[in-house]
């Protein structure tokens, strides 16, 4: 299985503007939706990657232990669902009920969201700060399924850290690696390297 970095967003990019369904709810989320929150927090995942498995329990645990100071979390699905009904709005709605999701997930049937924020590969965390203004995008930490480091999401939680703090964020952020998104035909964007 060939793996992909992610693309990594200049920082200080806008969070673009989205407005998507909710698998769980069929409720309509916007840049709007967080219009209260301190940060906000955007994963592209999906349900059949084995790098977001692998990692998959520590997103709702991140999501309840910044609940307190009001910090957003979204997670959004690009993949083509008809050639990977997997990651089918049914079935991504059966995932975030089964890992007690808090927060929205969202559905990018036309794939121009994951092409916005230039999204390269499942998982990928992005986030912005109360500016919304991109801070910090990358790994979630240093643990990969062929290591034994546990999974704590210590990069992502010492940049929101950083954002709550109004401290400057480490500019030593390391790509997030896992499935290249799936793409429909005709809709692999420029800025990849489609060799991966």
């Known amino acids: 299985m060939a793996s992909t970095l992610s693309t990594m967003l200049p920082l200080g990019t806008p969070l673009p503007e989205f407005t998507l369904p909710d698998v769980v709810s069929g409720k309509l989320i916007t840049p709007e939706t967080f219009k209260d929150s301190t940060a906000l927090v955007v994963m592209f995942i999906c349900r059949h990657c084995p790098y977001v498995k692998h990692v998959e329990d520590e997103l709702p645990r991140l999501a309840k232990d910044y609940a307190a100071q009001r910090v957003g979390f979204v997670a959004i699905t690009s993949n083509d669902a008809e050639n990977y009904p997997e990651d089918s709005p049914e079935s991504s709605a059966e995932m975030a009920k089964e890992l007690g999701f808090t927060f929205p997930f969202?559905?990018?049937?036309?794939?121009?969201?994951?092409?916005?924020?230039?999204?390269?590969?499942?998982?990928?965390?992005?986030?912005?700060?109360?500016?919304?203004?991109?801070?910090?995008?990358?790994?979630?930490?240093?643990?990969?399924?062929?290591?034994?480091?546990?999974?704590?999401?210590?990069?992502?939680?010492?940049?929101?850290?950083?954002?709550?703090?109004?401290?400057?964020?480490?500019?030593?952020?390391?790509?997030?690696?896992?499935?290249?998104?799936?793409?429909?035909p005709g809709n692999e964007p420029a800025y990849l390297n489609l060799t991966t």
């Open 106 to 184: 969202c559905y990018d049937e036309d794939q121009l969201v994951a092409q916005a924020f230039q999204a390269a590969c499942t998982p990928e965390f992005y986030l912005f700060d109360s500016a919304r203004r991109l801070a910090y995008r990358g790994q979630l930490d240093d643990s990969r399924r062929s290591n034994s480091i546990p999974v704590t999401g210590k990069d992502l939680r010492a940049a929101i850290d950083a954002v709550l703090a109004g401290a400057p964020v480490s500019q030593n952020q390391i790509p997030s690696i896992g499935c290249n998104i799936k793409w429909k």
